[in-house]
């Protein structure tokens, strides 16, 4: 009902205004709201499409801590169980000698005590043989998870390394931007990309400016020549409240609208595939300076660009076992 009023009001002005103004500039207004909800639509779409692919990435993430987890738990309970079946069968080796020795000392003089001697020996054999078969199996089994856990944590170093030279290209590419509010570290195996507004919008605006563009374009390079890198572009803004207009109304709309102004340069920058790439917007909520002071505010207005290697290879050898 209240977007129906609205809807209303908006076109009882426009048509007070079309007494006022040419039939042309009138058909430019109408033609220009209609833009700007179609592209407030495509934004709610793609805000949507990442909230769903975050979950899941989430998801992905938990479920291969869980099974790293439980895979050293595992590991750390055979090695327990192998030393203790050592010791099991060390005392049983031990008993077996003492009694074959107390056999061949033994001045037996009658059948029925070597018949249960001999019953004895069998038995201790018998526990030594079960014994032996039990420490292969477990020792078979350790084997087993170590090499699963050196795969594991080959892939994981490979991966971290993979991080600090994408961290170091991405740096050198980048380093002529530092003084204008641009910034490049690695966090949780990512590499971010970190841009003051300064860099890239006018204030209040979000359309990209030429020195914003030109950073922009030396990134793009890189991603085009590693097809293995996951990019997630994040809008900030500062707690200013947002005096919006036409179809941008608050924070959260300029921290999307900014995001996906990002993606569409980067697309027009390089031969990217847009699956590799989403776009979100985290308005005021996700600050990384106090916004008490004009210059911390500053540090709040910014857009990261998240670049994250595939873990499909990782995935696979947890999942095949």
């Not at 002529?176 to 966090?187: C, D, I, T």
């Not at 996906?260 to 031969?271: C, F, I, M």
């Not at 210059?295 to 670049?307: D, H, S, Y």
Request: overall charge negative; proline content about 2%; charged content about 35%.
């Amino acid at each position: 009902m209240k977007k129906t009023i609205i809807w209303l009001s908006v076109i009882t002005i426009l048509l007070s205004f079309s007494s006022c103004v040419t039939k042309q500039k009138y058909q430019e207004l109408e033609s220009q709201y209609k833009n700007c909800s179609e592209n407030l639509a495509q934004t709610t779409g793609e805000k949507i499409d990442f909230e769903n692919y975050s979950k899941e990435l989430k998801q992905e993430v938990g479920q291969l801590k869980q099974k790293v987890d439980q895979l050293v738990k595992d590991t750390l309970s055979l090695s327990r169980k192998l030393r203790q079946s050592e010791r099991d069968y060390a005392k049983a080796r031990r008993d077996y000698d003492e009694l074959m020795s107390d056999f061949g000392e033994l001045n037996l003089s009658n059948s029925s005590q070597i018949k249960t001697l001999l019953e004895d020996i069998d038995k201790i054999r018998q526990q030594l043989n079960e014994r032996e078969e039990e420490l292969n199996k477990k020792s078979a089994e350790l084997a087993e998870k170590g090499k699963r856990l050196d795969e594991l944590q080959a892939i994981l170093d490979q991966k971290d390394n993979e991080v600090r030279q994408l961290k170091e290209k991405v740096a050198n590419a980048l380093k002529g931007f530092e003084e204008h509010g641009l910034n490049v570290y690695e966090k949780n195996g990512k590499v971010y990309v970190s841009m003051e507004d300064k860099l890239l919008f006018a204030s209040g605006k979000w359309d990209v400016q030429s020195e914003g563009e030109r950073a922009i374009r030396e990134l793009a390079q890189i991603l085009e020549s590693d097809t293995t890198i996951n990019v997630l572009i994040e809008g900030h803004t500062d707690n200013v409240p947002y005096k919006g207009v036409s179809q941008i109304k608050d924070n959260w709309d300029l921290s999307v609208m900014r995001a996906t102004s990002v993606v569409k340069v980067l697309l027009n920058s390089g031969d990217i595939a847009p699956v590799r790439i989403s776009a979100s917007g985290r308005g005021e909520y996700f600050p990384i300076d106090a916004n008490d002071t004009p210059e911390a505010r500053a540090k709040n207005r910014r857009t990261e660009i998240i670049l994250t290697p595939k873990l499909d290879e990782l995935f696979k050898i947890i999942e095949s076992h």
